[in-house]
């Protein structure tokens, strides 16, 4: 399993930009999906965008879509949550998860927000003026 550690999260106003990171560690890093979640105070957690190992597909949730992109660089073990346009829905804690793809197809078009198996410990967003 990998280790997972977010990073980036702070305080940003309405409109601006941020972009998280999420490093992990251990073996096989292309072979698993990673997937942002987040969650706000009071509020269950919610699915946000993923991202396949290799990168044939990414899928984000409807309120983020235009305004987020997911991206990663297997050479560094990274993937980045670039967010734009932000607004005070998207304040939260932001998590990555990683799941390890079960064969060939999935490794490379499929992410999902189920089964995950390891996950970081989040990084906080808060969006205000």
């Known amino acids: 399993q990998l280790q997972l550690v977010e990073s980036g999260g702070a305080l940003v106003q309405p409109g601006g930009s941020l972009t998280l990171s999420c490093v992990a560690s251990g073996p096989n890093f292309e072979e698993n999906s990673i997937s942002w979640f987040r969650q706000a105070p009071g509020k269950e957690r919610e699915a946000v965008s993923c991202?396949?190992?290799?990168?044939?597909?990414?899928f984000h949730r409807d309120s983020v879509r235009g305004r987020f992109t997911i991206s990663r660089d297997n050479n560094k073990n990274t993937v980045f949550l670039q967010m734009d346009g932000l607004n005070p829905e998207d304040s939260g804690t932001y998590y990555c998860a990683s799941r390890v793809a079960v064969d060939g197809r999935e490794l490379t078009w499929y992410c999902g927000f189920t089964d995950m198996e390891s996950w970081g410990k989040g990084t906080p967003v808060n969006v205000s003026s």
């Open positions: 991202i396949s190992g290799r990168v044939g597909y990414t």
